[in-house]
């Protein structure tokens, strides 16, 4: 008996945690050595004042920020691709950068702005198969989380109702 009580404890936890599905995200992790590396290729790059290479650097790194597994380096990529999407006339170019904001939302769990970047990367390239796929992750993602509310809304009720039950029965 505590054996199956400590496999659904598990499996609840898991649901939870999102161990279930293996990992977090499919998104591949970049270290602070990668990073660092970007940061050190972006100032030689300025300090040469190539133009093309700094955008090709900047690009480089704001790859690796929102790949990174720390939050504020997330933030930093996000804020950088979200400079640079402004000034883009370039479609592909656009596109890249519209991934990346939506993989970097993803892992920052603000769905629906991911979901809103994959869909205009979408728009420029409508059979990109790695953007189909972050939508089709990102859309699931949405229900899990959308039935993990009403999982949780529905148990505070039960335990409301179940307080109140014995509360009744006690007076």
């Not at 991911?114 to 059979?127: A, F, H, K, M, T």
């Not at 989380?145 to 039950?165: N, Q, R, S």
Request: aromatic share 6%; glycine share 8%; hydrophobic share 45%.
């Amino acid at each position: 008996m505590d054996a199956t009580i400590g496999k659904v404890l598990d499996s609840v936890s898991d649901f939870f945690s999102g161990a279930a599905s293996g990992s977090a995200d499919e998104f591949p992790l970049c270290d602070a050595d990668i990073i660092s590396g970007c940061e050190k290729e972006l100032a030689e790059a300025q300090k040469a004042q190539d133009e093309g290479l700094q955008k090709e650097c900047i690009m480089r790194l704001s790859w690796a920020l929102v790949h990174s597994k720390t939050p504020g380096d997330i933030q930093r990529g996000l804020a950088m691709l979200e400079a640079l999407v402004v000034n883009d006339a370039s479609p592909m170019k656009l596109r890249e950068k519209l991934y990346l904001l939506a993989v970097g939302y993803y892992r920052s769990s603000d769905f629906s702005r991911s979901r809103d970047c994959i869909e205009q990367c979408l728009e420029v390239e409508p059979e990109w198969s790695q953007a189909q796929k972050l939508k089709k992750a990102i859309e699931d993602r949405i229900v899990k989380d959308g039935v993990l509310g009403v999982g949780i809304a529905v148990t505070a009720v039960g335990l409301v109702a179940g307080i109140a039950a014995a509360l009744i029965r006690r007076g």
